[in-house]
């Protein structure tokens, strides 16, 4: 009898404590009270997660190779040896080859869009994986990083940095419910946010009830304070037909999957070296309906060779679109026109 | 709870943990990944009873909220519920081959509702009926199907720690 009511005096004082720290730590972004504690986790697991993750990925490729060992029958043990170290090679051959496409993937990220990112392994994937989508990279303070930056891919965008120890982050993911990014609509400068949906794709709200949306539009960054902007989000696949809301909304499927993540990148300069260019009001020139803004934007991941890889600046100038459609005196112009030849005529 | 006993709930919660965050959060799935910490909270709950259970559960429970997005002392509460809960168990004379699957199976559905509970408490957007389905059709079979492999092996790691199993509380 004894023993058991200790039991249940210590399970209610578990209870009461657990809840106190969620209490103590509920709506507190970075700063909370908790918050050495969180890092003080983060700062012990970090660098054990990127040994482990090392080597469980290096067990990964040797296992992929195994399968093939299995199938060559051949009495001759040198040429079995001989099999074994290929299949190996091949094994670790095709992991290169996967990184430099990646690599490959972001370094084109870099030449279409002014960005430098700092290059990170996704180490592991947060705890709570029904319900939250985070990543820990491997690169922290120390590479510059600092929390709410842009994680992006040579796709589009992946999420920002939200926890920060000195050698590794934490990446809140653009899946999670709790993430949301200003996003605007290439051929429309609309403005509106996007919110993750767990498994499910984004959900993209604007804030004017009157522009028009179209399937397959691509929806970039807007920028703020530690947002990049004119980062590729993803494509528009459907749009909610809600008429009395006073809001529009749309669902996006982003370009970047991410639940199969390896090697991102952490924009950590603000905006893109381009200067910004001085506004001149749209004369006579092509007709604002066959805008190139549509045609220049990737469909899916980056194209490997786009004729025209500087009009994806235009993103970032498209902050300043906004005015800028209103402006113009040729009224109803699409404000992505003006702004291609904006950036053309220096 | 001597130091040993303390040494392996450490050694064996940070392994769950690192495992969890780097392999089977990341194994391609489908539906949500496996809880190995849970599962092996439930495994010592089984094996030593509920306090061992609610204790173990309450620390690795904080750990992973550390390493998570949410706030902390949610999964501690969760798992030290499911430790309880589970470790009720763990005196039954006899054990039928099946009991560690349905105490896993009762512990990490009684662990996802204490945790959707206090998320629909908290005005916790990530849980909606979506999710929780989710995790209670994929989360909860696959922390059954990795039964097999961490209760025994929690059992013979307590047993060799114990010297007189009748002593045990």
Redesign the interface.
């Known amino acids: 009898m004894r023993g058991s009511r200790r039991l249940r005096l210590t399970l209610v004082l578990l209870l009461l404590t657990a809840f106190t720290l969620t209490a103590l730590d509920y709506n507190t972004a970075q700063n909370g009270p908790l918050a050495a504690l969180r890092r003080g986790i983060d700062t012990v697991f970090g660098p054990l997660e990127g040994v482990v993750g090392g080597g469980a990925s290096s067990v990964g490729n040797a296992l992929s190779g195994l399968p093939r060992l299995g199938s060559y029958q051949s009495d001759n043990k040198k040429l079995q040896q001989e099999n074994a170290r290929l299949n190996g090679t091949i094994a670790s051959m095709a992991g290169l080859q996967c990184q430099v496409d990646q690599l490959n993937q972001l370094m084109h990220f870099i030449k279409f869009t002014d960005y430098h990112p700092v290059p990170a392994h996704v180490v592991a994937v947060g705890p709570a994986g029904a319900f939250e989508w985070t990543a820990t990279i491997d690169a922290g303070s120390a590479d510059g990083i600092k929390a709410g930056m842009s994680v992006v891919t040579g796709a589009g965008l992946v999420g920002r940095t939200n926890g920060v120890t000195p050698h590794t982050a934490t990446v809140l993911l653009l899946a999670d419910p709790k993430f949301t990014v200003g996003g605007t609509l290439i051929s429309q400068a609309s403005v509106g946010f996007a919110t993750g949906n767990g498994s499910k794709p984004m959900t993209y709200s604007l804030a004017s009830t009157r522009s028009v949306v179209r399937k397959g539009d691509v929806l970039l960054t807007t920028g703020s304070d530690t947002y990049a902007p004119g980062v590729p989000i993803g494509t528009v696949t459907s749009i909610t037909p809600d008429t009395n809301a006073i809001s529009r909304t749309a669902t996006i499927v982003p370009f970047v999957d991410v639940s199969s993540l390896d090697l991102v990148g952490v924009i950590t300069t603000k905006t893109p070296t381009a200067p910004r260019v001085p506004f001149r009001p749209y004369g006579p020139g092509p007709s604002p309906t066959s805008s190139p803004c549509r045609a220049a934007v990737p469909q899916g991941p980056v194209p490997a060779a786009s004729p025209t890889p500087r009009v994806t600046v235009a993103p970032r100038p498209s902050g300043s679109s906004t005015p800028s459609g209103s402006v113009t005196p040729s009224g109803s112009a699409t404000p992505g026109g003006p702004v291609a030849t904006a950036t053309r005529t220096p | 709870m001597t130091a040993q006993r303390f040494l392996l709930g450490a050694a064996t919660v940070?392994t769950a943990?690192?495992?969890?965050?780097?392999?089977v959060?990341?194994l391609?799935l489908p539906g949500?990944?496996p809880?190995l910490?849970l599962v092996l909270i439930i495994a010592f709950a089984l094996a030593e009873g509920?306090?061992a259970g609610?204790?173990t559960g309450?620390i690795g429970?904080?750990?992973?909220?550390?390493?998570?997005?949410?706030?902390?002392?949610?999964?501690?509460?969760a798992y030290?519920?499911a430790g309880?809960l589970t470790g009720l168990l763990h005196d039954e004379t006899e054990r039928s081959t099946l009991q560690p699957f349905g105490a896993v199976a009762l512990g990490a559905l009684t662990a996802?509702g204490a945790?959707a509970v206090?998320?629909i408490l908290?005005g916790?957007?990530?849980?909606?009926l979506?999710?929780?389905l989710?995790?209670a059709l994929?989360?909860v079979p696959y922390d059954v199907v990795l039964t097999p492999f961490v209760v025994p092996l929690v059992a013979g790691l307590v047993r060799r720690l114990d010297v007189d199993p009748l002593r045990r509380?």
């Open positions: 940070v943990l690192l495992l969890q965050l780097t392999v959060s990341r391609p949500a990944a809880d910490l509920p306090m609610m204790v309450f429970g904080l750990l992973a909220d550390g390493l998570s997005a949410h706030e902390i002392g949610r999964l501690a509460l030290a519920v309880y996802l945790y206090e998320g908290l916790d957007p990530r849980i909606t979506y999710p929780v989710r995790a994929s989360s509380l």
